[in-house]
């Protein structure tokens, strides 16, 4: 049987948390046969120090055959001892009337110090994903504190932006989600984010050309895609959490163990593709094979995406330049 693999999940005890780790325990994330070693991190509260513990007796009486191991951490530095993945999902997002400076020195404070420790005590090929909030940003920092890692390896969560997309998609068309191909959301994992169909496909057939009313993808489409977080706030009073872990779920397997040429959208630090400068981490569409991505290049990109694009990426370098000072 294979050797266990160590994944490193923070915010451990939230909500997302809680979607989550049952899911990876159960081998949903790294496949069937692939053993986990939990390295749970929480705040050092005693409160969140109590309610992981909870959690984690919980998983115990799972007895799930795969997960191999588990430990409670409040400390970056032994939580990411040797990991293999980390999922970075505790961060402090925006409060009603917090001020944009506040949530960026707490934030910035946050992910140097998670950078850091990867860093220094991760595995060197260490796959992280950055799911808290703000998301794309938070994983910048992190990147740019873990000068020794490979920066590529840093990734923000634009899957659930993603499949919120596939799903209004199968919905208009009245078509099978499972089916829709070629599909990509550019940019900010916030409302500026452009969800772009001109390439999907559903059986071979083009998305773009069954809808066709940009009527409906400029102001009903992309607007409601962009508001859905939002939306489920609004419903639940609390913000999405099993959706969220679903889709983190499906990030690192799709990263993990490949996915067959199938377009999936990850947040990662830009080479310079589609003009997008480099470093900034951006929601671009992939396509992994071998615990590698790769960006499909040499997309056309109309006025109407140019314009889409520009604003998505305005926002992230403000953010980004609004760090400089950290990293
Ligand atoms: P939550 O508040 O239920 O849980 C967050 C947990 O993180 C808390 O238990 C807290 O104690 C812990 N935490 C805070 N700072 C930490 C630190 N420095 N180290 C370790 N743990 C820490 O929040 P929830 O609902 O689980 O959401 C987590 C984050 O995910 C939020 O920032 C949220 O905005 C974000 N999110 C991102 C999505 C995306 O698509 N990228 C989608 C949905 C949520």
């Known amino acids: ?64 055959p795969l997960l191999a191991g588990m430990e409670a951490h409040s400390d970056p530095m032994t939580a990411f001892k040797d990991t293999d993945y980390a999922l970075l999902v505790g961060s402090r997002p925006r409060g009603p009337g917090m001020e944009r400076a506040e949530l960026l020195a707490i934030n910035g404070a946050i992910f140097t110090a998670q950078g850091q420790a990867l860093n220094a005590v991760a595995s060197r090929d260490v796959k992280v994903l950055v799911v808290g909030n703000p998301a794309n940003t938070n994983a910048y920092i992190a990147m740019k504190s873990a000068p020794d890692l490979k920066p590529g390896n840093f990734t923000a969560m634009l899957r659930l932006d993603h499949n919120r997309a596939a799903s209004q998609i199968a919905a ?35 998305v773009k050309d069954m809808i066709n009313d940009q009527d409906w993808n400029a102001n009903v489409f992309l607007p409601t895609f962009g508001k859905r977080g939002a939306a489920i706030i609004e419903a639940r009073g609390l913000s999405s959490a099993a959706s969220a872990a679903n889709a983190a779920i499906d990030h690192m397997r799709d990263w993990a163990l490949g996915t067959n040429g199938k377009w999936v959208t990850m947040g990662i630090p830009s080479q310079g593709w589609y003009g997008i400068p480099k470093d900034v981490m951006f929601g671009f569409p992939v396509t992994c094979e071998n615990g590698e991505y790769k960006v499909v290049e040499g997309l056309e990109i109309d006025e109407f995406s140019q314009a889409c694009i520009a604003k998505t990426l305005k926002e992230l370098t403000d953010e980004q330049a609004g760090v400089a000072h950290l990293v």
């Open 1 to 64: 049987s294979k050797k266990p693999v160590r994944v490193a999940v923070t915010g451990a005890a939230g909500q997302i948390g809680y979607a989550l780790l049952f899911r990876i325990a159960s081998g949903e994330m790294l496949g069937k046969d692939q053993p986990v070693i939990l390295q749970l991190l929480e705040v050092p509260v005693e409160k969140a120090q109590q309610a992981l513990k909870g959690v984690m007796m919980e998983l115990e009486d799972c007895a799930f």
């Open 172 to 206: 208009k068309t009245g078509k099978a989600v499972a089916d829709i191909e070629q599909l990509c959301v550019w940019g900010n994992h916030s409302p500026t984010m452009y969800a772009d169909y001109r390439f999907a496909t559903i059986n071979g057939e083009s």
